[in-house]
């Protein structure tokens, strides 16, 4: 018997057609936990570095986390996996709302996309009834709209839909895909979806779902929604109020918006406005904002209602959450107004927040500079807004220079020339990048920035505070109920911790403080997406309520899997090497682990290297950031290092090969 899990996943062929329900093996589990881990077991088994994002070959998979479907609040993830077209390397993206949930009712804890479907396709999961339907009348419809065409002609309001728009099917290279409560935008997951023929995946479970030890499992979640009250009742003092409560950054409830708009860039991450935020803006801002906001919504079993239904006047509902409230506003220069109205399309189109509108801003400023002519924007409008919707849909048609820069700025500039890559300034692995300017280099946020794997740094921060507290009583209380530390030290580094000084940065924390921390981290997050558990609740608040200590027990009353802190790091390590695996395999070397250039003013470079080099070793890997052979058997990846060997990667006596590189 199975629990948590249902045992099944959906194999899809849509080059021929073919559905298949395939029983998955237990033993996967135990060493990969599920979401994340599972899914990088498939795309190592099946995708080898030959295969493109484009390529048949490559998979698409909706994988829902292993507790997604059982009572723990907030745990609702869809991680989904294939190989980025702007990275070259694995793509990992998380959505939330109440697909995963769905999909497990429906008997199903992955879905597992390969080929290409001659005609455009969308499939029906209804339990046990698995169908590719036609879906030529949808090409070209938004997303949303897409979703309640379906769920017409279905006549299921209950079914739960992913759907690409028209950035998808055009293959835009930072196209997402949509779910009406949340979407995964990051790495181009919706251009490889698109490319596979297939509009939307429709899914309605009714089935059940066991866990292993059905007391104790409410005992903890009962626990866990006690903190949650706890916490909102007791928000944490002396940090920012983003940081102070819990959920995702709830940009949809708040105000005051200085902090990320005098921070933030504007622009293709361009410039500081220090002196933007006043009253007469605060007005404005807030009175859209109150009209536009319908109702604050929850993703599936979570109180926490991180997101909104916006409704701007003359436009279709849409919902918005987190930090895409400012992308447009900001990358435009121009108001909150013009970023939720621009938002609806985009929405709409299916594109990523985060880059689509510094890729606008980077093509308005290289006609500023001389790179791009007004012959290269036939009919360009005056105003900075109209630019940005003429922009929009020239790169999600795909027509005249909108072709190239649907690819991002990274390989836009490329092939632009003339200078143009200078301008594409904010990328890491060739993905935008949040668009932050900083003074002085932060040693753990450097560490995060250069090895992260999962092209969004808000995925990897979280468990400790981002600066010291200014005074020791504050830094004593903060430590006093710091119940999620793995480890004591963690509460002495936060307590020896100042502004000025000795132990200030760059040099305190120290490089093995930093790994620490960072490992720390990351190791949260990996651990969320293989549960499925949102990130607002877990790795990415400080003190939230699922931490290293109540997570084995969660698996063991939950998956039935005999669970402990050590056995649940050690999966995490695992599945995370594997994920570092594949994009060994597909090139990425150490050369390639740097924040964007000019993130800090002020660089520390040997201390950047120490951090690196000490990095490295923490993780098992090499100087050059390849796993090596004795890590790889440590963690049962004996078949990685096998591989590693054959195709030159490691050699015999571990040096490796580092002649590969992710350059095209
Ligand atoms: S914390 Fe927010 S984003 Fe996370 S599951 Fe709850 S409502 Fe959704």
Not at 23 to 36: I, K, Q, S, V
Not at 539 to 557: D, E, T
Request: aromatic share 10%.
């Amino acid at each position: 018997m199975r629990y948590a899990e249902t045992g099944f996943n959906l194999e899809i062929d849509l080059s021929r057609g073919n559905i298949e329900k395939v029983a998955t093996d237990p033993g996967d589990t135990e060493l990969y936990l599920g979401g994340l881990g599972t899914n990088a077991k498939l795309i190592w088994d099946r995708v080898p570095p030959e295969v493109d994002a484009f390529s048949p070959e490559n998979l698409l998979i909706f994988g829902a986390g292993l507790l997604c479907g059982t009572p723990a609040t907030g745990c609702n993830r869809t991680i989904l996996s294939t190989i980025s077209p702007q990275t070259g390397l694995m793509a990992f993206s998380m959505m939330g709302g109440f697909w995963a949930p769905e999909l497990k009712y429906a008997g199903y804890d992955k879905v597992v996309l390969r080929g290409k479907s001659p005609e455009l396709v969308y499939l029906w999961i209804h339990d046990d009834k698995v169908e590719l339907r036609d879906a030529s009348h949808l090409a070209g419809k938004g997303s949303i709209e897409t979703a309640e065409l379906i769920k017409q002609e279905l006549n299921e309001p209950k079914a739960q839909v992913a759907a690409i728009g028209l950035a998808g099917e055009n293959r835009v290279y930072y196209a997402s895909i949509e779910q009406g409560r949340s979407s995964a935008s990051r790495g181009g997951i919706g251009a490889v979806m698109g490319d596979k023929g297939l509009k939307a995946i429709v899914v309605r479970g009714t089935k059940d779902l066991s866990v292993a030890k059905p007391a104790d499992y409410m005992e903890l979640c009962n626990e866990v929604l006690a903190y949650i009250k706890h916490r909102e009742d007791n928000p944490i003092p002396g940090v920012m109020p983003i940081l102070a409560g819990l959920g995702s950054p709830q940009e949809m409830k708040v105000h005051d918006e200085k902090w990320h708009t005098e921070n933030f860039m504007w622009g293709n991450s361009r410039e500081r406005r220090r002196d933007f935020w006043n009253e007469e803006i605060e007005k404005e801002w807030t009175e859209t904002l109150e009209k536009a906001r319908t109702r604050l919504i929850s993703c599936f079993n979570c109180p926490m209602k991180c997101g909104a239904t916006i409704s701007m006047p003359g436009l279709p509902t849409y919902m918005m959450k987190c930090f895409t409230k400012l992308t447009y506003t900001m990358g435009a220069y121009s108001d909150l107004d013009f970023g939720l109205r621009i938002a609806q399309k985009a929405t709409e189109y299916g594109l990523d927040g985060f880059s689509a509108p510094q890729v606008m801003a980077f093509a308005l400023e290289l006609l500023e500079n001389g790179i791009l002519t007004r012959d290269d924007f036939p009919g360009l409008p005056d105003d900075n807004e109209g630019r940005f919707y003429y922009l929009l849909d020239m790169i999600v048609k795909r027509e005249g220079i909108g072709d190239l820069l649907a690819k991002g700025t990274y390989w836009a500039a490329r092939e632009i020339g003339n200078g143009a890559e200078a301008y594409a300034h904010n990328n890491i692995k060739k993905t935008e990048q949040l668009p932050l300017k900083l003074s002085m280099l932060n040693p753990i946020y450097f560490l995060m920035y250069a090895t992260g794997e999962k092209m969004n740094i808000t995925q990897i921060e979280g468990q400790f505070p981002q600066a010291p507290f200014a005074t020791r009583e504050e830094r004593e209380a903060f430590v006093s109920d710091w119940i999620q530390v793995p480890d004591e030290k963690f509460k002495q580094i936060l307590l020896d911790w100042e502004f000025r000084g000795e132990n200030s940065m760059p040099f305190y924390p120290t490089v093995d403080m930093c790994c620490d921390i960072v490992d720390w981290q990351e190791k949260m997050h990996y651990i969320d997406d293989a549960l499925g558990q949102c990130a607002g609740l877990s790795s990415f608040p400080l003190k939230p309520p699922y931490h290293i200590h109540n997570y084995p027990k969660f698996i063991s009353a939950g998956a039935g899997i005999e669970m402990d802190e050590e056995k649940l790091s050690q999966a995490a390590k695992r599945y995370r090497t594997l994920v570092r695996a594949i994009n060994i395999r597909r090139g990425m070397r150490r050369k390639d682990e740097k924040p964007p250039e000019n993130h800090w003013k002020k660089r520390f470079p040997e201390l950047e290297e120490q951090l690196l080099d000490s990095y490295y070793k923490l993780k098992g890997w090499n100087n050059d950031g390849i796993p090596t052979r004795q890590s790889l058997e440590e963690l049962s990846l004996d078949y990685v290092s096998d591989d590693f060997l054959k195709r030159g990667i490691l050699t015999e006596d571990e040096n490796a090969s580092a002649e590969e590189t992710v350059e095209a």
